[in-house]
């Protein structure tokens, strides 16, 4: 079974900071995706980034890039100049290629100290 | 609509009565998702449908939990004989197909079951 592990439960970090939140996650496939899901107190999941486990090449989205280790099965996600609206629940997700489910972690909660 | 939309988006309930939530996909969305958000937790997968074919029911939880899609359009999520367990926010997100493609999500149906 597939499953993805957030080992961070909250995280915190100074505005205009750089924080990095982990994610592992472990599979027997070859061809998947990952993706980054942020949760603000609205409760709407909202897309932050994604990526192709065939692309070497990291994702990455404006201020959000991604560390992407395919040997280590290793997902962070790297928020560079950390904004007061940042804070949020980020959830790490997976979808194996030809199957629709999507696999969450547990999420890291981020706090923006100002 | 603009979003996928659900509704009720609270809903209190006493411990044995039935429960019906609701969402409305991003029109022209072939694929819907239901999840279940327990308080402290990641999502939990609960059912996919996609076209016509017939849904992926492997998360649904028992069989107090059951979903239908009319129309290929809203679907909706009913919960018979609910338990205090049941409480969770319960998410709905729609997608145009699989893959890298980005599933929407809904506000999300915070149930509460006393």
């Known amino acids: 079974a597939q499953t993805v592990t957030q080992s961070q439960p909250e995280m915190s970090v100074q505005e205009a900071e750089t924080v990095t939140l982990s994610c592992t996650y472990d599979?027997?496939?070859?061809?998947?995706?990952l993706f980054w899901y942020k949760q603000p107190p609205s409760r709407q999941m909202i897309l932050v980034i994604r990526?192709?486990?065939?692309?070497?090449q990291n994702a990455t989205e404006n201020r959000f890039s991604v560390n992407f280790q395919k040997a280590a099965k290793s997902f962070s996600l790297k928020i560079s100049d950390s904004q007061l609206g940042d804070a949020a629940m980020y959830f790490c997700?997976?979808?194996?290629?030809?199957?629709?489910?999507?696999?969450f972690g547990t999420g890291t909660r981020l706090t923006i100290i100002p | 609509g603009a979003g996928v939309s659900q509704s009720p988006s609270n809903k209190v309930t006493e411990k044995g009565k039935d429960v019906e939530l609701r969402c409305d996909p991003i029109?022209?969305?072939?694929?819907l998702y239901w999840y279940r958000q327990s308080l402290g937790q990641g999502l939990e997968f609960l059912i996919y449908?996609?076209?016509?074919?017939?849904?992926?029911k492997s998360g649904l939880p028992s069989d107090r939990f059951s979903a239908e899609r009319t129309g290929g359009s809203v679907s909706t999520l009913t919960i018979q004989r609910t338990q205090q367990e049941d409480s969770a926010v319960y998410l709905c997100a729609s997608s145009s197909t699989g893959g890298l493609t980005e599933a929407f999500f809904g506000q999300g149906t915070r149930l509460t079951v006393v």
């Open positions: 997700a997976y979808r194996v290629f030809g199957n629709e489910k999507l696999t």
């Open positions: 029109s022209g969305h072939t694929a």
């Open positions: 599979t027997s496939e070859s061809d998947y995706y």
């Open positions: 449908f996609q076209g016509n074919s017939a849904p992926d």
């Open positions: 990526q192709e486990a065939y692309k070497q």
